[in-house]
């Protein structure tokens, strides 16, 4: 199954001007643990989770209200495009240890795919708990 027919098209981003806490109301608005952040015309700079925004930020003792996205955010993005295969994307998510995947085609963010989507359909439950078994399991330091 082809990753266009797995991903939430429906995704919120927002800019790496834009505040921590603008990134959290987001998250909380959505109820979801990331969100990609993207420049003009949706090109995929980065992603920021709740997890960077509590480690990077909070635990420092920055402001949410005044640190910039563009201040805490991963930009090393390992991402999928749409016509990738479920097995594919789940590799992907075992080798680099990561549990969503920004899908992009043509430079421009499309879409995000979970392990949870991954494992909701029947057919790749394989898939699903292979990424997960790797993205488990403790990396060497």
């Not at 563009?70 to 080798?95: F, H, I, K, R, W």
């Amino acid at each position: 199954m082809k990753i266009r027919e797995l991903m939430t098209t429906d995704v919120q981003c927002c800019a790496p001007d834009a505040s921590l806490q603008q990134a959290a109301q987001i998250m909380a608005d959505i109820d979801v643990g990331i969100v990609p952040i993207c420049s003009a015309n949706d090109r995929l700079e980065g992603c920021v989770t709740d997890r960077d925004i509590v480690i990077r930020a909070v635990a420092k003792g920055m402001d949410v209200n005044t640190t910039r996205v563009g201040e805490c955010m991963s930009s090393a993005m390992v991402s999928c495009s749409p016509e990738q295969t479920a097995q594919e994307a789940s590799n992907l998510m075992a080798d680099h240890q990561i549990r969503r995947l920004p899908v992009v085609e043509n430079g421009r963010l499309v879409g995000i795919v979970a392990l949870g989507d991954l494992a909701v359909v029947g057919i790749h439950e394989n898939e699903a708990g292979f990424a997960l078994s790797e993205i488990s399991e403790p990396g060497i330091h």
